[in-house]
């Protein structure tokens, strides 16, 4: 307890005392005039009593007035790091109040998982697909960076040939909506409407596939153990449970050995870090956590590991 606010306490005991007092110089009052105790003290000592009485109460109320507004609202406003004649315009309504205190909010982007919902009316988008439509638009727009056959130009783009249809329109909702975002991606992405994206999706899902088999190409036992068991030890499922065709993993889950080793690669990275966070459930980020940088890289290997 600070020095001031000793002082003030002993100042509101003492205001207590003195209406303690007070009361009983009150109480003696009423008695005097009463017929029970009529003349039994002398005038002098009435008119002393009913003298005292009110300047301990006038005492005694200005010190509660003054406790009140002034002291209390005064401490609490030190311990909020306001000054007292601050607090006082604020209790009294002059000033507004204080401003709530900063909460901890989250720093993660404010973006859904997605989207997308895989609703009887999505797969029937999808079931009306038409492939020449999607072939237009892709020699418009995409075979640029994903080339005509979904093999993309550069390692900088991903290969789209034999890709699921859905995972291809899942992505290409997920950049529209922001879900995932990527600098050419998301512009692209927000020129197409519904119909579009399941056209596109559509054509390069058909177009040929040219690395059926991975496995059957000699990768070290660790990574096709990870493919193939998974590691139940650290809780990491095999990719092959929804990666490999008909699997029968979750709808969205793409095919992987048709892809660039380059883009695997990094998008295990951006869904270790979080930076890539579309994937329902959290599947693969959870997963991609787990994994060892090199483990990565073997995977990566692995998946592209036929392909010419
Ligand atoms: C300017 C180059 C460019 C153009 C044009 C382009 N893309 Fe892409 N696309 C990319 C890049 C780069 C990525 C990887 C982005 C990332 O890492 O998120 C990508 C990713 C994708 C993916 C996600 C693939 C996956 O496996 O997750 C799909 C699907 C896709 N593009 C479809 C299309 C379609 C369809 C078009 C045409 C309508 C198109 N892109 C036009 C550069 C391009
Ligand atoms: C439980 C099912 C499941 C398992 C197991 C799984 N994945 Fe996935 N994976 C998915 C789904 C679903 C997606 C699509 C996420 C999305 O919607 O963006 C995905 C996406 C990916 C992508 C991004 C591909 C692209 O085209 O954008 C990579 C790379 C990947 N997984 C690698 C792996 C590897 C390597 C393993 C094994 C260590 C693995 N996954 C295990 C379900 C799974």
């Not at 956590?289 to 990566?300: C, V």
Request: aromatic share 8%; charged share 15%; with cysteine.
């Amino acid at each position: 307890m600070r020095n001031v606010d000793r002082l003030c306490l002993a100042h509101l005991w003492l205001a207590f005392g003195a209406f303690a007092g007070a009361a009983v110089l009150g109480v003696w009052q009423m008695w005097v005039r009463s017929p029970l105790g009529a003349h039994t003290g002398t005038p002098g000592d009435y008119y002393m009593s009913v003298t005292a009485h009110g300047v301990a109460m006038a005492y005694v109320l200005s010190t509660f007035f003054i406790m009140g507004f002034g002291y209390f609202v005064a401490v609490s406003a030190w311990s909020a790091g306001v000054d007292a004649f601050t607090a006082i315009c604020r209790a009294l309504g002059i000033l507004p109040g204080s401003p709530a205190i900063p909460q901890i909010v989250s720093r993660n982007p404010p973006t859904p998982v997605s989207q997308v919902v895989w609703t009887p009316a999505v797969l029937q988008v999808l079931a009306d697909a038409k492939v020449d439509r999607g072939r237009a638009k892709v020699m418009e727009v995409c075979s640029a960076c994903h080339g005509e056959q979904g093999v993309s130009i550069s390692p900088d783009y991903p290969n789209l040939a034999g890709q699921s249809g859905t995972a291809i329109y899942k992505q290409l909702n997920d950049y529209r909506t922001g879900s995932r975002t990527n600098a050419f991606m998301t512009n692209v992405a927000q020129a197409l409407d519904e119909a579009t994206i399941a056209d596109v999706a559509a054509y390069y899902a058909g177009q040929p596939m040219r690395n059926p088999n991975p496995a059957t190409l000699g990768a070290p036992d660790a990574i096709v153990q990870l493919v193939e068991l998974g590691d139940p030890k650290r809780n990491i499922p095999p990719c092959a449970a929804c990666h490999r065709h008909g699997a029968g993993g979750p709808i969205d889950a793409p095919v992987l050995s048709e892809q660039r080793q380059e883009y695997l690669t990094a998008q295990l990275k951006l869904f270790a870090s979080g930076q890539r966070r579309n994937d329902v459930y959290g599947r693969m980020r959870t997963i991609a956590a787990k994994l060892t940088d090199s483990e990565i890289d073997g995977l990566a290997a692995y998946y592209r590991a036929g392909l010419r």
